[in-house]
């Protein structure tokens, strides 16, 4: 099919290459946008047991702290009634040592023990209390696990209720990427799949992990799934909220089962003798029924329609995060100019044509 001048100014054709991109390690990439996120299991709120209020702050967002590193220091009423009581108890049992009451003096010891613990007093601050010295005007909160202080929620001076949240700490050597994938490439994902990572911050690193989980639901609006994929990040580089463009590792027989309409997964495909793939921009296809064309320069303004058959997925360094490319299995070779924009004008130009064939 050859276009006038003018049709051909009005389509707005934009031909570009068939791209023969790198397989990866025997296979294809299939491209997703994703965002970095915490894992939820290296996350803790750092709170207190008891009612009180914060003295002196000893951390602040962005500083990293180890487990049962003292974060805040809390005045609270309670806490000195309870070293109170077990001073007392301590007194108490020390002088009816030798009798027929001292056992019952010493349970009464480790009752006050406990309960100082149970609000979070260290060991230093129950000796302290038994031993009859100076008592602690307030107590230390500590993180429970080593990590990043994300969020202070409260400041010196704010009231402290039991288990209402003052900081939330969270590890990052470890971090989660959530992929969204496209419904269509489902069958492509699986758990202990790999996957690299890239960030518009340090373009030119690849962070290396792993899909493990997929979550259940699948979004109404965007047709998309999320998988997790754990990614390690020893150089708190990858910080939660970044927004990612993840690659996983697909076999090249994979992608091709899903072209040819879901056949086993074991079809005799491979990659080209030279390890690529054909790749197309998904833009390029046209369809018609269950069939797939594109259409070829083959001339001045001239264009071939031709058949061909794809798995949609993205090549390995695709310029456009969550832009979809396919992979060819035929009807094309490298090099051959095809129509990336403006295909579907062509389409009506050739249905036009053949319907004024028929008259």
Excluded: W
């Excluded at 056992?103 to 149970?118: F, N, S």
């Excluded at 995060?321 to 050739?350: H, N, Q, W």
Aim: aromatic share 4%.
């Amino acid at each position: 099919m050859t276009l006038t001048e003018a049709a051909f100014g009005t389509a707005r054709i934009v031909v570009e290459p068939v791209v023969a991109a790198p397989a990866v390690s025997g296979g294809v990439g299939l491209e997703v946008p994703g965002q970095v996120e915490l894992d939820p299991r290296r996350v803790a709120l750092v709170s207190s047991r008891i009612a009180g209020r914060i003295e002196r702050l000893a951390a602040v967002e962005g500083d990293r702290v180890v487990a049962g590193q003292p974060v805040a220091y809390i005045y609270s009423p309670a806490f000195l009634v309870a070293q109170a009581d077990l001073e007392q108890a301590a007194r108490r049992a020390n002088l009816l040592a030798g009798t027929e009451d001292e056992r019952g003096a010493r349970a009464l010891v480790d009752a006050a023990r406990r309960r100082l613990r149970l609000m979070g007093a260290s060991d230093a601050e129950m000796r302290a209390s038994a031993d009859g010295g100076e008592l602690a005007t307030t107590f230390a909160l500590r993180a429970p696990i080593g990590g990043s202080v994300m969020e202070a929620h409260l400041l010196t001076g704010a009231a402290v209720e039991p288990g209402a949240p003052v900081f939330t700490v969270a590890d990052l050597s470890v971090i989660d990427v959530v992929a969204e994938v496209p419904e269509r490439s489902l069958p492509l994902v699986r758990t202990g799949q790999r996957a690299s990572v890239r960030i518009a911050a340090f373009p030119a690193m690849r962070f290396e992990g792993e899909v493990e989980r997929l979550r259940d639901a699948l979004n109404p609006e965007t047709r998309t799934v999320r998988a997790v994929i754990h990614v390690p990040n020893g150089s708190r580089r990858l910080r939660p909220g970044m927004f990612a463009t993840v690659q996983l590792a697909v076999a090249t027989r994979d992608a091709l089962a899903l072209a040819s309409g879901g056949a086993d997964a074991g079809a005799a495909a491979t990659a080209g003798s030279d390890g690529t793939v054909l790749t197309i921009p998904e833009s390029a296809v046209v369809t018609d029924g269950d069939r797939r064309f594109v259409f070829v320069e083959v001339g001045v303004r001239t264009y071939e329609r031709r058949e061909i058959r794809v798995a949609s997925l993205a090549p390995p360094g695709s310029s456009t995060p969550g832009a979809m490319a396919v992979v060819v299995r035929d009807g094309l070779r490298a090099g051959e100019r095809i129509v990336v924009s403006g295909a579907f004008t062509l389409k009506s130009e050739l249905a036009k044509a053949s319907l004024g064939d028929e008259h």
